[in-house]
């Protein structure tokens, strides 16, 4: 599986903005996505997954409410809609695929796209 998230840019506090994962595999449809986040010198941190049909899904408590995954299996996307956004969102903004689990922990995911940046301004 090969993932490509675009979508991040500059928003305005309050604003919103939305990421895509585009897959590419036919195994796809057989993993579990999530994304994650990481700001520079920070680790890496959870912030929302979903199962391999999508009728599952979490999120880190900050995001709760304002943020929503969801996956299109016939297009090979995965989406993250981020409302309300706050400086704090802003970071590195990574999706990943799971073949083991539906996880929170990063280990739990073995295949990994390259980031798209999200940058928050007042």
């Known amino acids: 599986v090969q993932l490509q998230a675009s979508g991040g840019g500059p928003v305005q506090v309050g604003g919103s903005l939305t990421l895509t994962c585009a897959a590419s595999?036919?195994?796809?449809?057989?993993?579990?996505v999530g994304w994650f986040r990481q700001v520079p010198g920070k680790a890496r941190e959870f912030v929302a997954a979903?199962?391999?049909?999508?009728?599952?899904?979490q999120y880190v408590g900050s995001v709760k409410g304002r943020f929503t995954i969801s996956r299109d299996n016939d297009k090979n996307t995965v989406y993250l809609q981020m409302n309300s956004l706050k400086p704090e969102d802003a970071a590195i903004y990574y999706c990943?695929?799971?073949?083991?689990?539906?996880?929170?922990?990063?280990?739990?995911?073995?295949?990994w796209g390259q980031g798209t940046q999200v940058t928050v301004s007042s």
């Open positions: 979903t199962t391999r049909t999508g009728s599952l899904t």
């Open positions: 990943a695929a799971s073949t083991r689990y539906y996880s929170s922990e990063e280990s739990d995911y073995n295949y």
């Open positions: 595999g036919p195994t796809f449809r057989a993993t579990a």
